[in-house]
Structures are given as structure tokens and as C-alpha cells.
């Protein structure tokens, strides 16, 4: 089983070494383990976010661990070369097309939530994301008009054949879950989204045991704040995706307990290559002052080993190891506590 760790920047070196120590624990018979430079790191090392060395090794890997990027002393350089490229160079590379954001309530945090307890504890849904088109992928620009006006524009489009792929994914997530997706649009004005709708309801039919439905992404919103407890898995496009995972992040109290897997369709000899990362930042203000939460990179460890290995006895055990820490008490600052990130990396690792 071939991983790469990819640290990045900011917190990241400090959160992937908790996670490194936690599969080191778990004693995986034919493990090999490669670090490679990504983000402001790579670029200040090698010239560029995702280094050809680096992505030559993602490539080779069965899975990929990413902490994160982002570095304020690389803000001023040229969009390509700024650490968040090595992030979205790897998802296109490796063709990972689908990006699925657990939220869940863990037990004897509701209090932390900004939502009322007895609405945060109902908690416990799938964003699937798509991840390589919409908006974001479209042709961009900012032109100046004929009477001299600035304009700027983004194109979003989707083809049937990438809201299938991803709707599948979808659909087979809900089938080892409660049965129930949401897919979220704005069918109502776009016609990119138009076409969304009209090509889930056809793989639906492929799912009769999933009770499949369709809510506008402004109701979606209001709804995740209102009664979460009605989703178990949505799935939705990148921008919309984008926004309603932080907003669910929030939810259950920390985006520092949010894991996520990138996935495509390479299949290696364990299961599906992916890459797997917590959705938070860098946070560069705290970076190396051990204070990281790294529970967040932990599960998201706990979803390499589950997606991409089949290892699904371990990916239980970290879990629940996570959530044993959580309901000893064992808390970061991000969640009202004082254990620093070694401290809390070790609780996991007692309790696993």
C-alpha cells in the first residue's frame, strides 16, 4: 500500500505528523509511506505549488494524505503560482471528480454548535461535491466594454456526462447510508442546472431503493440551518458544494473536525485512489505553535483507509477513537479546550 504524504503549509506539517503516528500505530502489513513538497513549501523549495517530483509520486501512490496550503508571503505571486494551485493541480491530474464532506454531530458537543442543541445533535449527512467543472472551470476574464466599463465573467457549465458520473457516486453513497439523497440546484434560473436535475432523475430510476429528492440551493441553506436532520446525503455541483459543506462545518460546532475525500474512477488492487484532507486551512497564525487541532486530518486518514484500502475495521477504530478523546473531554482550542495538538494525538492514539 503506497500513500503520499503531502504536508503542505501553515499547520499542515504539524497536523499530518498526528496522523502519521496514528497509522503507524495501526501496524498495516506491506506499508510504504513517500513525502512530497506541495503548496508555498513547493514553491519555495522547487519553483512551483505542485512540483513534477510530487505529482509524479501522487500518481504513482494508491492514496494521497494532504494537510493544507496557503501562505501569506505567496499572496502577491502570479495565480498559477500561488500554493492553492497545487490542491486543484491534483485534483485534475488525478482525475478526482467527486468530493465527499461527512458532517456529524459528535456526542457532547451540541452546546458548541451554533445551532440549538436538540437541532445540532439530528446532525449526521454527506455533501457530495463535484469537483472538476461549474464555474470555477469555465472560461474567465474581466474585459473592459465598448463605453470603457470593467466587466467580469465566469462561465458555468456542466455536460450530462459529468453530472451522471458524479450523481452515481451519489447514489451508491446513499445506498450504504439511510437510503435518502437531496440534490441540490437552481433549476428554477439556470439552465446548467436545468440540466442537472434532469439527468439525476435519470440515474434515479438506476436507484429505486434510494428515495431521491430536489431542493433549490437557497432553500438547501436555510434548511441545513432550520433541520439538518432531514439530509442524509446531498449532492450538488462545485459552487454550490463549496458553500454548503463550510456552512455545515459550522454546524457541528468546528471546521476542525471535518475530514473529506477527493475520489475519481482509477481503481488500484485495494479499492478507489483518492485524496484525502481535512477541509480547514493552513492557518498560518498558529502554525508551529502546537495548538492544531489534528482530529480533523485523523478522520480524514480514517476515510483513506475506508475508500481507498477497504480497510474498514481500522477506519472504525480510529473513528471511534476520535470520538472516545471527544467525550473524555480531550478538546483544542477551536472547541472551547486547552490540549495542544501532541496531547490530543496522543489521547487518540491511548484510545485506539
Known amino acids: 500500500m503506497k500513500i503520499a504524504c503531502l504536508a503542505g503549509d501553515g499547520i499542515g506539517p504539524e497536523i499530518m505528523a498526528e496522523a502519521r503516528r496514528v497509522l503507524t500505530a495501526l501496524d498495516l502489513p506491506g506499508l510504504t509511506i513517500w513525502e512530497g513538497d506541495?503548496?508555498?513549501?513547493?514553491?519555495?523549495r522547487h519553483g512551483h505549488p505542485l512540483p513534477p517530483e510530487t505529482l509524479e509520486m501522487a500518481q504513482a501512490a494508491d492514496a494521497v494524505l494532504f494537510g493544507a496550503v496557503g501562505d501569506p508571503s505567496c499572496d502577491n505571486l502570479e495565480r498559477h503560482l500561488r500554493p492553492e494551485q497545487a490542491i486543484l493541480g491534483l485534483r485534475q491530474a488525478l482525475g478526482l471528480f467527486a468530493n465527499l464532506r461527512p458532517?456529524?454531530?459528535?456526542?457532547g458537543l451540541e452546546d458548541l454548535s451554533a445551532l440549538r442543541p436538540e437541532v445540532a445533535r439530528e446532525i449526521d449527512l454527506l455533501i457530495v461535491r463535484e469537483l472538476n467543472g461549474d464555474v470555477y472551470?469555465?472560461?474567465?476574464?474581466?474585459?473592459?466594454?465598448?463605453?470603457?466599463?470593467?466587466?467580469?465573467?465566469?462561465?458555468?457549465?456542466?455536460?450530462?456526462?459529468?453530472?451522471?458520473?458524479?450523481?452515481?457516486?451519489?447514489?451508491?453513497a446513499a445506498l450504504g447510508r439511510k437510503k435518502r439523497l437531496c440534490s441540490v440546484d437552481k433549476a428554477n434560473v439556470l439552465e446548467t442546472s436545468?440540466?442537472?436535475?434532469?439527468?439525476?432523475?435519470?440515474?434515479?430510476?438506476?436507484?429505486?431503493e434510494v428515495e431521491a429528492s430536489h431542493m433549490y440551493v437557497?432553500?438547501?441553506?436555510?434548511?441545513?440551518?432550520?433541520?439538518p436532520g432531514q439530509f442524509?446525503?446531498?449532492?450538488?455541483?462545485?459552487?454550490?458544494?463549496d458553500?454548503?459543506?463550510?456552512?455545515?462545518?459550522?454546524?457541528?460546532?468546528?471546521?476542525?473536525?471535518?475530514?473529506?475525500?477527493?475520489?475519481g474512477e482509477q481503481q488500484t488492487e485495494f479499492g478507489v485512489k483518492g485524496l484525502y484532507e481535512p477541509i480547514h486551512g493552513s492557518a498560518p497564525d498558529i502554525a508551529g505553535q502546537g495548538k492544531a487541532n489534528p482530529m480533523a486530518m485523523i478522520l480524514s486518514l480514517a476515510m483513506m483507509l475506508r475508500h481507498s484500502f477497504g480497510r474498514e475495521?481500522?477506519?472504525?477504530?480510529?473513528?471511534?477513537?476520535?470520538?472516545?478523546?471527544?467525550?473524555?473531554?480531550?478538546?483544542?482550542?477551536?472547541?472551547?479546550?486547552?490540549?495542544?495538538?501532541?496531547?490530543?494525538?496522543?489521547?487518540?492514539?491511548?484510545?485506539?
Open 38 to 44: 506541495v503548496g508555498g513549501t513547493g514553491y519555495k
Open 103 to 107: 458532517a456529524t454531530m459528535f456526542p
Open 137 to 172: 472551470f469555465g472560461e474567465k476574464a474581466i474585459r473592459t466594454l465598448a463605453d470603457g466599463r470593467r466587466q467580469g465573467f465566469d462561465f458555468m457549465s456542466y455536460a450530462e456526462d459529468e453530472v451522471r458520473r458524479i450523481a452515481h457516486t451519489a447514489f451508491r
Open 194 to 208: 436545468q440540466l442537472w436535475r434532469e439527468v439525476i432523475v435519470e440515474v434515479a430510476a438506476e436507484y429505486p
Open 218 to 227: 437557497d432553500n438547501a441553506a436555510m434548511q441545513l440551518v432550520r433541520n
Open 232 to 241: 442524509d446525503v446531498v449532492v450538488t455541483g462545485n459552487l454550490f458544494g
Open 243 to 263: 458553500i454548503l459543506s463550510d456552512q455545515a462545518s459550522m454546524c457541528v460546532g468546528s471546521i476542525g473536525l471535518l475530514a473529506s475525500a477527493s475520489l
Open 313 to 352: 475495521a481500522e477506519a472504525t477504530r480510529v473513528e471511534s477513537a476520535v470520538a472516545q478523546a471527544l467525550a473524555d473531554g480531550v478538546k483544542g482550542a477551536d472547541l472551547g479546550g486547552n490540549a495542544g495538538t501532541d496531547a490530543i494525538g496522543a489521547a487518540v492514539l491511548e484510545r485506539l
